[in-house]
């Protein structure tokens, strides 16, 4: 029998180094990693690779901590513990943006220990919101594609770039589509599935990506409305790749209608014209996005921003998955909860990891949560 699409994307996305590995033995081609969605990444695409975003590895630590302390989160723990364990040979470079402190210090890290792979540290603006950014990271990315192509030994076309930037723009307009289905029909598909597209999207070859999305689309567009479950529920973080808490959602009678998180729509939202200048389209598109809390930005409220989700997608309260010792989104988390308190939206926070643990703790909590959301609707 084979695979349904929802279980070609449930298994890309729990073995997306599998789907690498695959990818490059079948095409030739090289793969590079890249941490954080603010890489540019359709300069990689525009040259024929598969940017990979590397997620870190459901392992027990046991290397890196004597490379790195054990009080960073476990996204660069672990991915660095499995670069030690030889877990990413099949890479042919990895790209850091500098989106947060522990990312830049890991790649001074990589390149100590990994002196002959081709790394690169792309300098991110902090402040997104003033003219000199936009100016400022077009610089950058054309200083970074130089590099690349001095790397590659072979030059990347503005028309090569225009059409990444395009194929990209087609597959965030679908994703998108996928939200505004899931939040219209909730019960017609469930968190883990939604989770597993967009985190198979950062592993794909988007071209292919984009074509199984389209099946999928299709088969949404005419699923038959449901009532689904009785509590509806926002989620807001950073890096979430736990399909087990997905799951505990649908065992406890809830469902996701949208999302806040940087593997969830924070990645796809907001497109940009390929018209003009395909580097400064691109840093213009990375300049308003939705920004990450490790950006600062004057014309965006995060706390606004996720009062109206929470309100749109008629949800009854939030659940809020940070890694454990990821200090943006840990120092927005005090106004984020002020602002739902005073807005009288039900909010709850659960510190995650990469590496195995126990989910006991968390099912217990979170399903304190739920019942309290279902009673508090049933008054």
């Given at each position: 029998?084979s ?12 073995k ?8 490059k ?23 024929g690779?598969l940017?990979?975003?590397?997620l ?21 723990r672990t ?36 002196p002959?792979?081709?790394s ?61 289905l ?14 597993d ?6 592993s ?14 299709g ?6 409305k449901?009532n689904?479950?009785?509590?509806r ?7 979430c790749?736990?399909?087990d808490?997905?799951?505990?959602f649908?065992?406890m009678d ?9 593997t ?38 995060r706390r606004?921003y ?8 008629k949800a ?10 990821c200090?943006?989104?840990?120092f ?7 602002r ?32 309290m959301?279902k ?5």
């Open positions: 029998m695979e349904s699409v929802l279980e070609q994307f449930s298994r890309i996305a729990a997306p180094y599998d789907y690498a590995r695959e990818w033995k079948r095409t030739g081609g090289r793969v590079f990693g890249y941490f954080c969605t603010y890489f540019p990444e359709e300069l990689l695409h525009a040259a690779l940017p990979m975003r590397i870190g590895y459901k392992e027990n630590v046991s290397l890196a901590d004597s490379h790195a302390q054990p009080f960073i989160c476990s996204l660069v991915s660095l513990d499995a670069a030690l364990k030889d877990k990413f040979d099949f890479l042919d470079g990895v790209v850091f943006p500098h989106s947060c402190d522990s990312i830049q210090n890991l790649a001074d890290i990589w390149r100590h220990n990994f002959r792979q081709f690169e540290v792309v300098v991110l603006p902090v402040w997104v919101d003033i003219p000199e950014a936009e100016d400022y990271l077009t610089e950058e990315i054309s200083r970074f594609r130089q590099k690349f192509e001095k790397h590659l030994g072979a030059s990347i076309s503005d028309a090569d770039i225009a059409k990444s930037v395009g194929i990209y723009n087609e597959n965030r307009r679908a994703l998108t589509e996928l939200y505004s899931r939040r219209e029909n909730p019960g017609s598909i469930t968190g883990k599935a939604v989770l597209v967009v985190r198979a999207s950062m794909m070859r988007k071209e292919e990506h984009t074509a199984l999305l389209g099946k999928l689309l088969e949404l567009r005419v699923a038959p449901t689904g479950a009785t509590v529920v926002v989620l807001y973080g950073n890096a790749d736990h399909p808490l997905m799951n505990l649908d065992e809830a469902v996701i209608v949208d999302d806040d998180l940087c969830g729509s924070r990645y796809f939202l907001h497109t940009e014209a390929v018209n003009g200048d395909p580097i400064r389209k691109i840093a213009q598109r990375y300049m308003k996005r939705v920004p990450c809390p490790s950006k600062h930005t004057t014309s965006f409220d606004r996720l009062v109206d989700m929470v309100k749109e997608s009854d309260g939030v659940v809020m998955l940070i890694l454990k010792f200090d943006p989104h840990a927005d988390y005090p106004d984020l909860a002020k739902l308190t005073e807005s009288n939206i039900p909010h709850l926070l659960l510190e995650t990891e990469m590496q195995p643990s126990s989910l006991e703790q968390i099912r217990t909590r979170l399903q304190a949560f739920v019942e959301l009673e508090k609707k049933n008054v």
